[in-house]
């Protein structure tokens, strides 16, 4: 098989230019897997509905064989002894693991900056489209020190489709980090119901929030990703037990008239870039140009909904990280003077700051004196959160439209001039409400900014309609034409590095 | 309250102080610690009563004692509480071991029916409000045994609350009176039994066996005991109950059923004293000591003007006494917090039960009630009213394994009355078992042995006498029945009218001065005249049938 782990450093943020291409040669086709149609063939029968397709995992995903780290020094050296679910699933169907893609340590982070393995690069740095408008741009920088972030935390699975070495990757959501890199990569970000996928297998950073999620270049393939993971999970008692209707195909919408769009005004902040602003004003036009009925609605907590996210965020991850000990897996410092010791230092060499933060305040809101304080009330907000959704869905609403991210992708040296929990609080703004109610949404690539990079659009269904959300998903993207990333140039540089080196993968040429 | 005695019905004959005071009947030189005792299913309960937090000396105060406890009962079940990892005891160390009990990262808690039914069976037969939804918690702190860091329980939540159980003490002179006593249970709550830690001082490093994350009930009586006594007599009444029901086997030889003890001392009318906790106390022998010594501790030290601290202390066996722990981080904040992971844990009753329910997916309280098994209270009236027998022969019988069976299958054999059984198998049967330190199960005597030489006495083919000296060849285990034995040592009782009348004859003659004696109205006299001629029939005539003869020679 294919799946070797592609996580080597340089994957997601150099590989794919230079080297280590697993994938055969650009495929610019949407879908039209002709090279893995071929495979299928010389193997006979097929095994499902992604028979040959190649995919990449996020690496808080457990494969079973295969080195899963959480981009982290903790669990360096982990090789999980079973396969999450929804990876499972994935390979009965068929479909062909590239391999681990990089991410924030443990997902904690909203740009794929902060994980072990160093920060993903956005293939759109180096596209036709955004290096036009560079040129044209006075005081160009150098090129390699200016390329963009991919948004996080699963920037390495959107890369990786985004670049085309594969059609779909898992990543995971639990604030925004499908969705957040699927807009500043082009993609589509979906990011299932709360309970409509299984969970057993994918590293916990919020249990009660996370969602594996889906990124690929179309809706219809996200949809058939989607027919293939979602159901009932023995192994996840969150999971729900209603049958999926299957195969999990999307209806062609000819007709938006019956649609009602709902609009958050409190969506609005002053941090949204104008852009993205009229993007999202001209999106609405186009719904309402096209007989669907467009009306503002208000989730009024909101504005609470950041700092209550820290809270149960945090709390949550300081007991899913308890078990990082060093006694059983991944990493073990050589201090031996006593057990606690030893937990100590290994805690300190295997996880970045941004985790140890995390822990320490989750620990200090989960302690007694502060527990009402802190985690009750923000369990309370949450509820609230969650019922400005269902008010708004009550009053008629269909889905949801609001923007994906403030801007489109910045550049690297920009994105770190704050750190990460000031960028996660901005970049979660409009994603994470999503996922403390358990709705579906999805990020559809718009169109290109003025620099020439991908913009999203964000769309919430209400809890388990997420076949629905999908449709009118289906019907915007259709409507908007998002253009395909055009890296000809660098694949055709890349075609000829492969040649020398005769790294591709040569079960798929035979 | 004077110290309880827990043996009933068994006068002058405590066991243990024959034990362990004696010496004089100890086969194979037991020895004196518990080892053998424990294994042999908790019966021992304290057996001296050491307790005396009520003893006052002359101008001191009194003082009076609060013991609570939380017991821990692992679930008897084939499989983990939230693993599909099976449950056996002594299996090779982290031998059943799933990815869930290693906690490996992304793995889920998937709760187990069976535990859940077994919570509320014990629920119901406790008397408890069981709720209909309960929730599960995240208990963190770190231990080697603990590979998730976190314990999940049922802090906020539990399945049953408010619930009661009676149990007996003895009182009275001879601690032949039993008075109900009712602790209140707070709680009783699932939560996951930790790994266990073998530390190796030698090679100082600690090993770690996983198997044991089985499902635990964790019982929580309120402090409505003062001493150690009633504490262990409330967990053996417990452990009968968790028997019965089958929720656990409860054997704390093998760890299945632990008890912490909260304790602390104070002047009636006064406000509760600080408490301390004896942790893992793992025989009700031990537990009673521990408490009781821990009473005496607490008031010694407050006596002398110290202080007693809030901590948590060990109960050393070997040394009889309690020492603290020394727990350096002092009070621990265990960070409570729901588990995402599970879902609240909701159990139907029949008004309750959605229609089309899928049966293997949902729990109903009223079926579980119905499937009860008979309660040891219940027992033990069915065994005062159908046998006649006393209510504290009835605790006896419960309290010590195996002995209500063997009881029954005396009952079922032998035409001899409920009460002439009740007798030799409490006094009898059992003393020789105590006096040897032997379980039922290894007794020489059969049930249906016994049932044979009960029904030679009752047919008064042998005297009562007689058939003391056949048990003692029964014990022997020569295989030998007891007809056998009668014949062999020539034990049945004369039936000769004749010959029996001849010898009276004879006595009377022999002894003209008591025959005189008898005429005088001397009650005692014929007495007298009936032992002399049992003398001279070697014991072996029926009393009855003498005293009826010499009436008739004499014509009274």
């Given at each position: 098989m294919l799946g070797r782990s592609l996580r080597e450093p340089d994957f997601e943020t150099k590989s794919w230019l230079r080297r280590r291409m697993s994938c055969p040669p650009p495929v610019l086709k949407l879908i039209s897997a002709s090279p893995f149609i071929h495979y299928t063939k010389c193997r006979g029968q097929s095994l499902g509905d992604l028979d040959g397709i190649p995919i990449a995992v996020k690496d808080n995903f457990s494969t079973s064989g295969i080195e899963t780290t959480c981009a982290s020094n903790m669990l360096k050296g982990y090789i999980p002894p079973y396969n999450?679910?929804?990876?499972?699933?994935?390979?009965?169907?068929?479909?062909?693991?590239?391999?681990?893609?990089?991410?924030?340590?443990?997902?904690?982070?909203?740009?794929?900056?902060?994980?072990?393995?160093?920060?993903?690069?956005?293939?759109?740095?180096?596209?036709?489209?955004?290096?036009?408008?560079?040129?044209?741009?006075?005081?160009?920088?150098?090129?390699?020190?200016?390329?963009?972030?991919?948004?996080?935390?699963?920037?390495?699975?959107?890369?990786?489709?985004?670049?085309?070495?594969?059609?779909?990757?898992?990543?995971?959501?639990?604030?925004?980090?499908?969705?957040?890199?699927?807009?500043?990569?082009?993609?589509?970000?979906?990011?299932?119901?709360?309970?409509?996928?299984?969970?057993?297998?994918?590293?916990?950073?919020?249990?009660?929030?996370?969602?594996?999620?889906?990124?690929?270049?179309?809706?219809?393939?996200?949809?058939?990703?989607?027919?293939?993971?979602?159901?009932?999970?023995?192994?996840?008692?969150?999971?729900?037990?209603?049958?999926?209707?299957?195969?999990?195909?999307?209806?062609?919408?000819?007709?938006?008239?019956?649609?009602?769009?709902?609009?958050?005004?409190?969506?609005?902040?002053?941090?949204?870039?104008?852009?993205?602003?009229?993007?999202?004003?001209?999106?609405?036009?186009?719904?309402?140009?096209?007989?669907?009925?467009?009306?503002?609605?208000?989730?009024?907590?909101?504005?609470?909904?950041?700092?209550?996210?820290?809270?149960?965020?945090?709390?949550?991850?300081?007991?899913?990280?308890?078990?990082f000990d060093g006694l059983q897996y991944g990493h073990r410092c050589d201090i031996d003077v006593s057990t606690e010791a030893m937990y100590a230092a290994t805690r300190r060499e295997g996880f970045n700051d941004v985790v140890r933060g995390r822990i320490l305040s989750g620990n200090f809101f989960l302690l007694k004196e502060n527990y009402e304080n802190y985690f009750v009330k923000a369990q309370k907000v949450r509820r609230l959160i969650a019922n400005d959704f269902v008010n708004a869905f009550n009053s008629g609403v269909d889905v949801l439209l609001t923007p994906t991210t403030l801007s489109e992708a910045v550049p690297y040296l920009e994105f770190i001039k704050e750190d990460n929990r000031t960028r996660s609080a901005q970049d979660d703004i409009f994603t994470q409400a999503v996922n403390m109610a358990g709705l579906p949404a999805v990020s559809i690539p718009v169109a290109l900014s003025n620099q020439g990079l991908p913009i999203g659009l964000q769309f919430i269904g209400r809890a388990f309609c997420d076949q629905q959300l999908l449709t009118v998903a289906k019907w915007f993207e259709k409507q908007v034409q998002f253009p395909v990333i055009q890296l000809q140039e660098l694949m055709d540089d890349c075609s000829a590095v492969l040649e020398n080196e005769k790294l591709a993968s040569v079960s798929l040429k035979q | 309250m004077a110290a309880p005695m827990l043996r009933w019905g068994c006068r002058g004959r405590r066991w243990a102080f024959a034990r362990v005071d004696g010496g004089s009947c100890h086969r194979r030189g037991a020895p004196t610690g518990s080892t053998s005792n424990q294994i042999r299913g908790e019966s021992s309960v304290a057996q001296q009563p050491l307790h005396t937090a009520q003893k006052t000396r002359k101008g001191e105060h009194k003082w009076a004692a609060v013991v609570g406890l939380e017991i821990h009962a692992q679930i008897s079940s084939n499989s983990k509480l939230f693993s599909g990892s099976q449950v056996r005891f002594s299996a090779p160390p982290n031998s059943l071991v799933s990815f869930f009990d290693a906690s490996l990262p992304g793995t889920l808690p998937v709760l187990n029916r069976r535990c859940v039914e077994a919570a509320v069976m014990t629920g119901l037969a406790l008397n408890c409000h069981i709720n209909k939804k309960s929730l599960f918690d995240r208990k963190h702190y770190f231990y080697a045994d603990l590979p998730a860091g976190y314990q999940i329980t049922q802090q906020r939540l539990p399945i049953a609350v408010n619930g009661s159980l009676i149990y007996g003490v003895c009182a009275g002179k001879k601690q032949s009176q039993v008075i109900p006593k009712t602790v209140r249970i707070k709680q009783i709550q699932l939560e996951q039994d930790s790994g266990k830690s073998l530390h190796d001082n030698l090679r100082s490093q600690t090993l770690i066996d996983l198997n044991r994350a089985v499902g635990l009930l964790e019982v929580v009586l309120e402090p409505d005991m003062s001493c150690g006594e009633e504490a262990a007599t409330a967990v053996r009444e417990l452990q009968l109950i968790l028997q019965a029901l089958g929720t656990s086997q409860a054997n704390m030889a093998e760890g299945q059923l632990r008890v912490d003890a909260n304790i602390s001392v104070h002047h009636p009318g006064e406000p509760l004293g600080v408490r301390t906790e004896v942790k893992n106390l793992n025989s009700i022998r031990f537990l009673a000591k521990a408490i009781d010594y821990e009473i005496q501790r607490q008031i010694n030290e407050l006596e002398n003007g110290g202080e007693i601290l809030n901590e948590t202390r060990s109960f050393h066996h070997k040394l009889g006494c309690t020492m603290s722990m020394r727990d350096k981080e002092g009070k621990q904040d265990y960070r409570f917090m729901p588990e995402p992971n599970l879902p609240p844990l909701v159990l139907y009753d029949a008004t309750s039960l959605p229609a089309g329910a899928d049966p293997q997916q949902v729990i109903n309280i009223d079926q579980i009630r119905e499937t009860l098994p008979e309660l040891p209270s219940v027992t033990r009236e069915k065994l005062v009213q159908q046998y006649g027998m006393l209510l504290e022969h009835s605790f006896t019988l419960l309290n010590e394994v195996g002995l209500l069976e063997f009881f029954q299958n005396v009952i079922k054999e032998t035409r001899a009355e409920p009460k002439k059984v009740t007798s030799w198998v409490l006094n009898t049967f059992l003393g020789y078992l105590k006096q040897q330190n032997l379980a039922v199960s290894e007794s020489p005597v059969t049930p249906s042995a016994l049932a044979e030489l009960l029904d030679l006495l009752d047919s008064r083919t042998i005297s009562s006498s007689a058939a003391k000296q056949v048990f003692e060849e029964l014990w022997k285990r020569e295989g030998k029945t007891p007809g056998q034995i009668v014949s062999e040592k020539q034990l049945e009782l004369m039936q000769d009218q004749g010959a029996l009348e001849q010898l009276c004859h004879s006595v009377m003659e022999a002894h003209p001065q008591v025959v005189m004696d008898v005429k005088n109205r001397n009650p005692r006299a014929i007495n007298k005249l009936i032992g002399l001629v049992r003398k001279a029939t070697q014991s072996r005539a029926d009393p009855v049938m003498i005293k009826e003869i010499l009436e008739k020679k004499l014509s009274l």
């Amino acid at each position: 098989m294919l799946g070797r782990s592609l996580r080597e450093p340089d994957f997601e943020t150099k590989s794919w230019l230079r080297r280590r291409m697993s994938c055969p040669p650009p495929v610019l086709k949407l879908i039209s897997a002709s090279p893995f149609i071929h495979y299928t063939k010389c193997r006979g029968q097929s095994l499902g509905d992604l028979d040959g397709i190649p995919i990449a995992v996020k690496d808080n995903f457990s494969t079973s064989g295969i080195e899963t780290t959480c981009a982290s020094n903790m669990l360096k050296g982990y090789i999980p002894p079973y396969n999450a679910t929804v990876v499972q699933k994935l390979l009965d169907q068929g479909a062909l693991l590239m391999g681990k893609t990089n991410l924030d340590e443990f997902a904690m982070g909203s740009g794929s900056t902060d994980g072990v393995f160093g920060p993903v690069k956005n293939p759109w740095s180096y596209s036709k489209q955004y290096r036009e408008k560079r040129k044209q741009n006075p005081h160009s920088e150098n090129e390699d020190s200016d390329w963009l972030i991919t948004g996080g935390s699963s920037g390495g699975s959107a890369a990786a489709v985004s670049a085309f070495t594969c059609y779909a990757a898992l990543g995971s959501d639990t604030g925004g980090s499908t969705r957040n890199p699927a807009a500043h990569c082009g993609l589509v970000g979906f990011k299932p119901s709360y309970g409509l996928v299984s969970r057993h297998g994918l590293i916990p950073l919020v249990n009660s929030m996370d969602v594996p999620g889906i990124l690929t270049r179309c809706v219809d393939d996200a949809a058939i990703v989607l027919g293939a993971l979602a159901g009932p999970d023995p192994r996840d008692s969150t999971t729900v037990h209603e049958p999926i209707n299957k195969p999990f195909m999307l209806p062609s919408l000819a007709d938006v008239s019956k649609l009602c769009i709902g609009i958050p005004k409190e969506y609005l902040v002053p941090e949204l870039s104008s852009e993205v602003q009229s993007l999202w004003s001209k999106a609405a036009d186009l719904f309402e140009s096209e007989g669907a009925k467009v009306i503002e609605v208000s989730l009024p907590h909101t504005s609470y909904s950041i700092v209550c996210y820290h809270v149960l965020c945090t709390s949550e991850v300081a007991s899913n990280m308890a078990r990082f000990d060093g006694l059983q897996y991944g990493h073990r410092c050589d201090i031996d003077v006593s057990t606690e010791a030893m937990y100590a230092a290994t805690r300190r060499e295997g996880f970045n700051d941004v985790v140890r933060g995390r822990i320490l305040s989750g620990n200090f809101f989960l302690l007694k004196e502060n527990y009402e304080n802190y985690f009750v009330k923000a369990q309370k907000v949450r509820r609230l959160i969650a019922n400005d959704f269902v008010n708004a869905f009550n009053s008629g609403v269909d889905v949801l439209l609001t923007p994906t991210t403030l801007s489109e992708a910045v550049p690297y040296l920009e994105f770190i001039k704050e750190d990460n929990r000031t960028r996660s609080a901005q970049d979660d703004i409009f994603t994470q409400a999503v996922n403390m109610a358990g709705l579906p949404a999805v990020s559809i690539p718009v169109a290109l900014s003025n620099q020439g990079l991908p913009i999203g659009l964000q769309f919430i269904g209400r809890a388990f309609c997420d076949q629905q959300l999908l449709t009118v998903a289906k019907w915007f993207e259709k409507q908007v034409q998002f253009p395909v990333i055009q890296l000809q140039e660098l694949m055709d540089d890349c075609s000829a590095v492969l040649e020398n080196e005769k790294l591709a993968s040569v079960s798929l040429k035979q | 309250m004077a110290a309880p005695m827990l043996r009933w019905g068994c006068r002058g004959r405590r066991w243990a102080f024959a034990r362990v005071d004696g010496g004089s009947c100890h086969r194979r030189g037991a020895p004196t610690g518990s080892t053998s005792n424990q294994i042999r299913g908790e019966s021992s309960v304290a057996q001296q009563p050491l307790h005396t937090a009520q003893k006052t000396r002359k101008g001191e105060h009194k003082w009076a004692a609060v013991v609570g406890l939380e017991i821990h009962a692992q679930i008897s079940s084939n499989s983990k509480l939230f693993s599909g990892s099976q449950v056996r005891f002594s299996a090779p160390p982290n031998s059943l071991v799933s990815f869930f009990d290693a906690s490996l990262p992304g793995t889920l808690p998937v709760l187990n029916r069976r535990c859940v039914e077994a919570a509320v069976m014990t629920g119901l037969a406790l008397n408890c409000h069981i709720n209909k939804k309960s929730l599960f918690d995240r208990k963190h702190y770190f231990y080697a045994d603990l590979p998730a860091g976190y314990q999940i329980t049922q802090q906020r939540l539990p399945i049953a609350v408010n619930g009661s159980l009676i149990y007996g003490v003895c009182a009275g002179k001879k601690q032949s009176q039993v008075i109900p006593k009712t602790v209140r249970i707070k709680q009783i709550q699932l939560e996951q039994d930790s790994g266990k830690s073998l530390h190796d001082n030698l090679r100082s490093q600690t090993l770690i066996d996983l198997n044991r994350a089985v499902g635990l009930l964790e019982v929580v009586l309120e402090p409505d005991m003062s001493c150690g006594e009633e504490a262990a007599t409330a967990v053996r009444e417990l452990q009968l109950i968790l028997q019965a029901l089958g929720t656990s086997q409860a054997n704390m030889a093998e760890g299945q059923l632990r008890v912490d003890a909260n304790i602390s001392v104070h002047h009636p009318g006064e406000p509760l004293g600080v408490r301390t906790e004896v942790k893992n106390l793992n025989s009700i022998r031990f537990l009673a000591k521990a408490i009781d010594y821990e009473i005496q501790r607490q008031i010694n030290e407050l006596e002398n003007g110290g202080e007693i601290l809030n901590e948590t202390r060990s109960f050393h066996h070997k040394l009889g006494c309690t020492m603290s722990m020394r727990d350096k981080e002092g009070k621990q904040d265990y960070r409570f917090m729901p588990e995402p992971n599970l879902p609240p844990l909701v159990l139907y009753d029949a008004t309750s039960l959605p229609a089309g329910a899928d049966p293997q997916q949902v729990i109903n309280i009223d079926q579980i009630r119905e499937t009860l098994p008979e309660l040891p209270s219940v027992t033990r009236e069915k065994l005062v009213q159908q046998y006649g027998m006393l209510l504290e022969h009835s605790f006896t019988l419960l309290n010590e394994v195996g002995l209500l069976e063997f009881f029954q299958n005396v009952i079922k054999e032998t035409r001899a009355e409920p009460k002439k059984v009740t007798s030799w198998v409490l006094n009898t049967f059992l003393g020789y078992l105590k006096q040897q330190n032997l379980a039922v199960s290894e007794s020489p005597v059969t049930p249906s042995a016994l049932a044979e030489l009960l029904d030679l006495l009752d047919s008064r083919t042998i005297s009562s006498s007689a058939a003391k000296q056949v048990f003692e060849e029964l014990w022997k285990r020569e295989g030998k029945t007891p007809g056998q034995i009668v014949s062999e040592k020539q034990l049945e009782l004369m039936q000769d009218q004749g010959a029996l009348e001849q010898l009276c004859h004879s006595v009377m003659e022999a002894h003209p001065q008591v025959v005189m004696d008898v005429k005088n109205r001397n009650p005692r006299a014929i007495n007298k005249l009936i032992g002399l001629v049992r003398k001279a029939t070697q014991s072996r005539a029926d009393p009855v049938m003498i005293k009826e003869i010499l009436e008739k020679k004499l014509s009274l």
